[in-house]
Nanobody, 125 residues
Framework: EAQLVESGGDSVQSGGSLRLSCTGS????????MGWYRQTPNNECEWVSR???????YYLDSVKGRFTISRDNAKNTVYLQMNSLKPEDTAAYYC???????????????????WGQGTQVTVSS
């Protein structure tokens, strides 16, 4: 059974840092892009970042310079280092593994590829 398991979500104050981790099992991610989405107040999911197997990384404009995505292919794991967190970063964050072309800016959560169960990030002012 394909599975993605996230961890690292927590409650922090504005300006703080968190590191999210996500490990996949039950599928081969060799050709898949891995990334992160977060749930918006209207229950869509907003793309945050993605990374190819070769390490090419892309970011939502509002997180550029603050978030860093990385990937350990041997461990089938992707990370999201989040620094200088802001209250507007508060959301449930979901790990996703899928074909790169399927990543869009806003999607129904869970609508393509493999998704984790989500991990909550709360940033207080």
């Amino acid at each position: 059974e394909a599975q993605l398991v996230e961890s690292g979500g927590d409650s922090v104050q504005s300006g703080g840092s968190l590191r999210l981790s996500c490990t996949g099992s039950g599928f081969t991610s060799d050709h898949l892009v891995m990334g992160w989405y977060r749930q918006t107040p209207n229950n869509e999911c907003e793309w945050v970042s993605r990374i190819s197997r070769d390490g090419y990384a892309y970011y939502l404009d509002s997180v550029k310079g603050r978030f860093t995505i990385s990937r350990d292919n041997a461990k089938n794991t992707v990370y999201l280092q989040m620094n200088s967190l802001k209250p507007e970063d508060t959301a449930a964050y979901y790990c996703v593994a899928a074909e790169g072309l399927l990543f869009r800016l806003r999607v129904p959560c869970g609508s393509f590829g493999y998704w984790g169960q989500g991990t909550q990030v709360t940033v207080s002012s």
